[in-house]
C-alpha cells in the first residue's frame, strides 16, 4: 500500500477504513468477529489509518476498533472524534466544552486500549464553545501525551483558521467525492495553503457511486439513507446518470466503479485520504486495489467535465442534520 502524508508530518496509508458502517448507520451491527477479522485483514493489506468516533454505536465501534487493533497497536493509526454525545432521550447533542473532551478522551483511551490517541477530531462545531477553547483542550491533551494530532470534521475555513492559529491541525475530514464536490471551491485551497491534509468520509457517495445501489433498492430498517434527500426513490433515478457515467470509464480501464471513483478522489491532491467503509472483505480488497489504478491525465478530465455537467438531485442531509455542520 503507497503512503501518504496529512499535516504535521503524519503519514498513513494512501486508503484509510472508515469503521462507523460495522456497527452503526446502516442498519443492525454486523458480527463482531467477523468485523475483527476484515479489520486485522485490512492491516495485513498494508492499512494504516483507522477512522472510528465516540458516538458511533455509540461507543461500540470504539470498542470494536481496539479489540481488533490491540495485537498491532505500534503499526496503526486510530482516529477518533469528540464532539457529541447522547442525552438522555437518545439524541445527539453537540458538546465540545472542555471538561467534556477531556472525559471524553479518558473513555476513548479505554474503549480503545491504548494511551494515545494517535488524531484526534472534533466531530462537528460546536457554536456554543469558541474553536480556541476547543483547540486549546486539545492542546493540553497532546502536551499530556494522551493525543498526537488534532482534526476537525466537516468545518468551515474560518473555523479552521482559527483552531490552527492555537493548535496545528493536522486533517480536516469533509465529505468529497464525485457526488459531493463542495470542498473544491473553498476548502483545499485553504488546506493546501496550511499545510493541512483532507480525509474524505463517504468517497463512495454513502455507497450509491459502486453501482450497487439503484431506484429500485430497499434498505434496511435502521440504515440512515432512508432519511436522506439524495436517496429518496426520484433522487437515485435522476442521479444515475454519474453512476452510469463512472461505470462507463470503469469499463474503459478494466475496473469496478468503485476503484474509478476511489481514483479520481486520489488524483484531487497528494495530501487527500479517504475512508471507504465496508463490512465485505471483497469490498475491502477492491477499495484499496484503487489505490494502483492510475487513470491518464485524459480519463480525469474527461471524466471531470462530464460529471461536472450533471446536476445531483437531493440534498445530502435532512435540514437538521445539516444544520450540525460547520461548512
Not at 495530501?271 to 463490512?279: A, D, H, L, R, S
Request: charged fraction near 25%.
Amino acid at each position: 500500500m503507497q503512503t501518504r502524508t496529512l499535516g504535521q508530518g503524519l503519514t498513513v496509508s494512501a486508503l484509510g477504513l472508515g469503521c462507523m458502517g460495522m456497527t452503526h448507520g446502516y442498519g443492525p451491527p454486523a458480527d463482531t468477529g467477523e468485523m475483527i477479522k476484515l479489520i486485522r485483514s485490512a492491516v495485513d493489506r498494508g492499512v494504516t489509518l483507522f477512522d472510528t468516533a465516540q458516538v458511533y454505536g455509540p461507543f461500540t465501534n470504539e470498542e470494536l476498533v481496539g479489540e481488533a487493533l490491540a495485537p498491532v497497536r505500534d503499526r496503526v493509526v486510530i482516529a477518533t472524534k469528540f464532539g457529541l454525545r447522547i442525552d438522555d432521550h437518545g439524541a445527539q447533542v453537540q458538546d465540545s466544552r472542555p471538561e467534556q473532551i477531556r472525559d471524553g478522551v479518558e473513555g476513548s483511551l479505554r474503549r480503545l486500549r491504548t494511551d494515545t490517541i494517535d488524531l484526534l477530531y472534533q466531530h462537528r462545531v460546536d457554536p456554543n464553545v469558541p474553536i480556541e477553547d476547543v483547540a486549546g483542550a486539545v492542546k493540553d491533551l497532546i502536551a499530556a501525551g494522551k493525543v498526537r494530532h488534532f482534526g476537525l470534521s466537516e468545518a468551515g475555513t474560518g473555523t479552521i483558521r482559527r483552531a490552527h492559529a492555537v493548535q496545528p491541525v493536522t486533517a480536516v475530514q469533509s465529505e468529497y467525492s464525485l457526488w459531493w464536490r463542495r470542498p473544491e471551491a473553498d476548502l483545499l485551497p485553504v488546506l493546501e495553503e496550511l499545510g493541512i491534509g483532507l480525509v474524505p468520509f463517504s468517497p463512495l457517495g454513502k455507497g450509491f457511486l459502486t453501482g450497487a445501489i439503484d431506484a429500485s433498492t430497499n434498505f434496511t430498517p435502521g440504515d440512515f439513507r432512508t432519511i436522506v434527500p439524495r436517496f429518496s426513490e426520484a433522487a437515485r433515478g435522476a442521479n444515475q446518470a454519474l453512476v452510469d457515467l463512472i461505470r462507463i470509464t470503469a469499463e474503459r480501464v478494466h475496473a469496478t466503479p468503485a476503484q474509478v471513483a476511489l481514483a479520481w478522489l486520489l488524483s484531487q491532491r497528494p495530501w487527500i485520504v479517504p475512508i471507504p467503509g465496508t463490512t465485505k472483505a471483497e469490498r475491502l480488497a477492491e477499495n484499496l486495489a484503487a489505490a494502483d489504478l492510475a487513470l491518464s491525465m485524459d480519463e480525469l478530465r474527461q471524466l471531470d467535465e462530464a460529471a461536472s455537467a450533471i446536476e445531483i438531485e437531493g440534498d445530502r442531509y435532512p435540514p437538521a442534520l445539516e444544520a450540525r455542520t460547520g461548512l
